[in-house]
């Protein structure tokens, strides 16, 4: 038989061979078999999405408790590096820098504390004892006449502090030298931090001793007047005056830094 011929037997064969065990697995299992779905490649089906469902939220769970634990790690680390606080206060000049770096702060002033003297005194005594600790004021109305940073007029003074390199801290008056104490605030961020850092700023203001001279300005928005008020020495003095030539010089909401 010519090699064609032989291998076309062979062919036969094999089909003869192949469909005769076709007949056997259909008659062990049916005509047919059961259908299922078509999946395309990288679909998974419904029990491995609820599998992998679990493990990402015990994943977050993990990931919630890693966060929790690092934060009141670095809050430890942070109250101890308040064991020993240095006070940068910002001259009246430098203002630009440090608006450039906390403009965008959400400040958080600190609860009362009948305890310290910056909510106890007057805030005329506390203007003079600053200005003995720390010198003149980042923002008054000399700053704004000098500098042209005049952030709210219905604010007597400011004092902006860098607490150990990395702290904003605002202190300012409540209601100028009518109000008693100061609103002492720092980045929301910070807000475990501030009991600590007034206490500090009370005891610093305790130890300045007698206040130095000092001269304001306070525009009150409630009384609708300006005042001169300061501390000559001997007496603290507030007195009825016009609007400054100065005020409303600035752009008041381009220097603005607490709201």
Request: aromatic letters at 10%; proline letters at 6%.
């Given at each position: 038989?010519?090699?064609?011929?032989?291998?076309?037997?062979?062919?036969?064969?094999?089909?003869?061979?192949?469909?005769a065990?076709?007949?056997?697995?259909?008659?062990?299992?049916?005509p047919?078999?059961?259908?299922?779905?078509?999946?395309?490649?990288?679909?998974?089906?419904?029990?491995?999405?609820?599998?992998?469902?679990?493990?990402?939220?015990?994943?977050?769970?993990?990931?919630?408790?890693?966060?929790?634990?690092?934060?009141r790690?670095?809050?430890v680390?942070?109250?101890?590096?308040?064991?020993?606080?240095r006070?940068?206060?910002?001259?009246?000049?430098?203002?630009?820098?440090?608006?450039?770096?906390?403009?965008?702060?959400?400040?958080?002033?600190?609860?009362?504390?009948?305890?310290?003297?910056?909510?106890?005194?007057?805030?005329?005594?506390?203007?003079?004892?600053?200005?003995?600790?720390?010198?003149?004021?980042?923002?008054?109305?000399?700053a704004?006449?000098?500098?042209?940073?005049?952030?709210?007029?219905?604010?007597?003074?400011?004092?902006?502090?860098v607490?150990?390199?990395?702290?904003?801290?605002?202190?300012?008056?409540?209601?100028?030298p009518?109000?008693?104490?100061?609103?002492?605030?720092?980045d929301?961020?910070?807000?475990?931090?501030?009991?600590?850092?007034?206490?500090?700023?009370?005891?610093?203001?305790?130890?300045?001793?007698?206040?130095?001279?000092?001269?304001?300005?306070?525009?009150?928005?409630e009384r609708?007047?300006?005042?001169?008020?300061?501390?000559n020495?001997?007496?603290?003095?507030?007195?009825?005056?016009?609007?400054?030539?100065?005020?409303g010089?600035?752009?008041?909401?381009?220097w603005?830094?607490?709201?």
């Amino acid at each position: 038989m010519p090699a064609p011929q032989a291998q076309n037997v062979v062919e036969v064969l094999q089909r003869q061979r192949r469909d005769a065990r076709l007949a056997e697995v259909m008659a062990e299992q049916g005509p047919r078999l059961e259908p299922r779905p078509v999946v395309e490649a990288g679909e998974v089906d419904r029990w491995t999405r609820a599998f992998r469902a679990v493990e990402a939220a015990r994943q977050a769970a993990r990931d919630s408790l890693v966060a929790a634990e690092n934060a009141r790690a670095d809050s430890v680390i942070r109250l101890a590096q308040l064991a020993t606080l240095r006070w940068r206060k910002v001259e009246p000049d430098a203002q630009g820098s440090f608006l450039e770096q906390y403009r965008e702060t959400y400040w958080q002033a600190a609860a009362p504390d009948r305890n310290l003297l910056v909510d106890t005194s007057r805030t005329a005594l506390l203007r003079g004892r600053l200005q003995a600790a720390f010198g003149r004021p980042t923002r008054n109305g000399d700053a704004l006449r000098r500098h042209g940073y005049g952030g709210s007029e219905f604010v007597q003074f400011e004092y902006w502090f860098v607490v150990n390199d990395s702290i904003p801290v605002l202190a300012l008056d409540i209601d100028g030298p009518f109000g008693n104490g100061l609103m002492v605030a720092s980045d929301e961020r910070y807000t475990s931090l501030l009991p600590p850092i007034r206490a500090d700023l009370s005891a610093r203001l305790e130890a300045a001793g007698r206040p130095d001279p000092w001269l304001d300005y306070y525009h009150s928005f409630e009384r609708r007047q300006w005042y001169r008020t300061g501390f000559n020495g001997a007496d603290h003095f507030v007195v009825e005056v016009r609007p400054p030539r100065w005020s409303g010089r600035s752009d008041t909401d381009r220097w603005i830094i607490h709201r």
